[in-house]
Nanobody
Framework: QVQLAESGGGLVQAGDSLRLSCVAT????????MAWFRQAPGKEREFVAE????????EYNPNLKDRFTISGDYAKSTVFLQMNSLNPDDTAVYYC????????????WGRGTQVTVSS
C-alpha cells in the first residue's frame, strides 16, 4: 500500500506563486505515476497534472499548463507542483494521487492541502 502526504498549501495573494510537495511512502516501487488533482468548493474534482516515472513524462490540464509545472524526484518518491500567477479561481484543496500503471486508475490518495488565493 502507498501513503501520500501533501504539503505546501497556504493563503496567498493573486499573482503569487506556491510550490506543493507530495511524498509517497510504503510500497513506492509499484508507483507508475503521481498526479495532482484539485477540488474547489461546490465543484467537481479536476485533474491538474501527472508525472510518470518512466521517461519522466509530464501531462497537464491544458487550461493550467501555462502556469503550473509538475516535477519529480524519483529517489525521494516525491512530486512537486509549481504554481505561478495564482488567481482566486485556483482556490481549492489540492490532492496528490498515484497509480500503478499507465491504464490504471489513481488508487492511492493523500488527504489534500488547502490553497487559498485572495484577490
Amino acid at each position: 500500500q502507498v501513503q501520500l502526504a501533501e504539503s505546501g498549501g497556504g493563503l496567498v495573494q493573486a499573482g503569487d506563486s506556491l510550490r506543493l510537495s507530495c511524498v509517497a511512502t510504503g510500497r513506492t516501487f509499484g508507483i507508475y505515476a503521481m498526479a495532482w488533482f484539485r477540488q474547489a468548493p461546490g465543484k467537481e474534482r479536476e485533474f491538474v497534472a501527472e508525472y510518470a516515472w518512466p521517461g519522466r513524462k509530464e501531462e497537464y490540464n491544458p487550461n493550467l499548463k501555462d502556469r503550473f509545472t509538475i516535477s519529480g524526484d524519483y529517489a525521494k518518491s516525491t512530486v512537486f507542483l509549481q504554481m505561478n500567477s495564482l488567481n482566486p479561481d485556483d482556490t481549492a484543496v489540492y490532492y496528490c494521487a498515484s497509480k500503478t500503471s499507465i491504464a490504471a486508475l489513481h488508487n492511492s490518495w493523500g488527504r489534500g492541502t488547502q490553497v487559498t488565493v485572495s484577490s
